[in-house]
């Protein structure tokens, strides 16, 4: 195994661990907080989200991943990029303050604008870590990265937490945020152990601009994409429904980054080193999505299965609705977690503007399907976004043939053991939920079974496939020691 392979199964290593430790610790957080707080503080949070998901873009994405994939970076890099965040973050932060009666009014939700003010001190946190992350993953240093992270997330759940005891109700949320962001910042910069220079290059600057304004531009549209469906039900439905729409979507998006994020972060690194051999990139990139689908489509399928039992179990009773929302969103997860690969592709072989033309794409369809639904209710919003995903998965294909030449039928073929095992699992659980017993003992019989049944199932009918997924595994654990 070469160098750079031994890196790359370190860094799957570390970033798997950072997302399983990290999210799950949040994902605690985040039960506690759900039975401690109404729908409604969540509600004023995704509301807000959306503008800071939107600024937070401008100052953390484009120049981090530029430093990553950049083959001939200089200090004058590092440094202009890192003055830019700082100007930036401080000027958007300003902004975002200043814009809270505005967005409050946009909503017609007064209780939103001390919230917008709040939330403003996020942004300039972001700007301060986001060249010292990118130099961290461009050197591989990914368990630093994962550290930092699940050490944000226990300091921030921890102030949220107390915060949502002593009775500040949604500004416990905001102040979870603002706790995470400032550990994070320390533990970067401590980690890094770099120091800007107090040098301005603007030719250094075009040369981050001209790959970070696709990043913007596709990230901005990414955006679009998976936030409009909150200002859209915040706007024309309110504050409780996007509270119970956001629970849902939350578990979503934690599934997400755990099962997808790790591997695509690794796989961009590793594909910006090999973007000059276009068949190893093929080759990783098949393996890649194989193995995101015997993980993901188990759990996301499972997890529509039992998704109405199981919300109101572990959120409460008063967020039944959203077990019913998370049962149709569960579905995306599937194309979430494989279709993360994507990007790691076009941004790995240096050609963001690909991505960008799809995110058009994407983001006209779905702004326009959800203008038609919105006004039915969170449910068909959670069917929209599934239908959209699956119906544009054809056109990442054609876009992945002319880069890397990929096979869609060598492509497809890659998920049949898993969905096959995913067959038998369906059935079990499906079974387990008709029994005559109480909610916990379906739940567990049905998760504890559907797991068994779909392992068996998958090892008799792809026994090779198992054993090469387990020896990565194995390889990542050593590589890491």
């Known amino acids: ?101 505005p967005v409050a009014r946009l909503y017609d939700t007064p209780a939103l604008t001390p919230v917008v003010r709040w939330l403003s001190a996020v942004l300039p946190l972001r700007g ?67 120091w800007p220079r107090f040098t301005y290059s603007f030719r250094h600057l075009r040369d981050l601009i001209g790959f970070s304004a696709h990043i913007v531009g596709a990230g901005l549209l990414d955006i679009l994409n998976r936030r409009a469906d909150d200002f859209l039900i915040g706007f024309f439905l309110g504050d409780v429904a996007l509270g119970l729409y956001a629970v849902a979507y939350r578990v979503l998006l934690v599934l997400t980054q755990v099962l997808a994020k790790p591997g695509t972060l690794v796989a961009f690194t590793a594909f910006s080193r090999w973007q000059d051999d276009r068949d190893r990139i093929r080759g990783a990139f098949y393996q890649s999505t194989q193995a995101a689908s015997v993980i993901a489509m188990p759990i996301f399928i499972g997890i529509a299965l039992v998704a109405p039992l199981a919300v109101p179990l572990i959120f409460g009773e008063k967020y039944e609705q959203s077990g019913l929302v998370l049962q149709l969103l569960a579905l995306a997860g599937v194309v979430h977690a494989i279709g993360h690969y994507n990007s790691s592709v076009y941004l790995g072989v240096g050609r963001p503007d690909v991505r960008l033309k799809l995110l058009v794409v994407n983001a006209v369809v779905h702004v326009a399907v959800l203008l038609l639904v919105v006004r039915w209710g969170i449910e068909a919003v959670a069917a929209a976004v599934v239908a959209r995903l699956y119906l544009l998965v054809p056109l990442d294909l054609v876009a992945l043939r002319r880069l890397i030449g990929l096979s869609p039928k060598r ?66 654990v050593q590589a890491a020691d």
């Open 1 to 101: 195994m070469s160098d750079l392979e031994r890196r790359v199964m370190k860094g799957v290593f570390w970033t798997v661990l950072q997302a399983v430790a990290g999210r799950a610790l949040s994902f605690v957080v985040f039960i506690v907080l759900a039975r401690l707080l109404v729908p409604a503080d969540f509600g004023l949070i995704a509301m807000a989200g959306v503008f800071v998901a939107l600024l937070e873009l401008l100052v953390q994405q484009g120049f981090s991943v530029a430093i990553t994939q950049r083959e001939d970076l200089e200090r004058e890099h590092e440094s202009t990029a890192f003055w830019t965040n700082i100007g930036l973050s401080a000027l958007l932060g300003a902004v975002f303050w200043l814009s809270a009666e």
């Open 128 to 194: 301060l870590a986001a060249v010292p992350v990118g130099l961290l993953q461009r050197h591989f240093r990914f368990r630093v990265l994962a550290i930092r992270s699940i050490f944000g997330a226990l300091a921030g759940g921890i102030a949220g937490i107390v915060a949502a005891i002593a009775g500040w109700g949604v500004y416990a949320l905001v102040v979870q945020q603002i706790v995470a962001g400032l550990v994070d910042v320390v533990a970067v910069w401590t980690a890094a152990a770099w």
């Open 411 to 476: 492509y497809f073929a890659n998920f049949i053991p898993a969905t096959a095992a995913c067959a038998f699992m369906t059935l079990v659980v499906i079974g387990a939920l008709a029994l005559p017993v109480d909610a916990i003992a379906k739940l567990a019989l049905a998760v504890v079974g559907g797991g068994l049944v779909y392992c068996v199932s998958l090892f008799a009918m792809a026994p090779e496939l198992v054993r090469g997924i387990w020896s990565r595994v194995k390889l990542a």
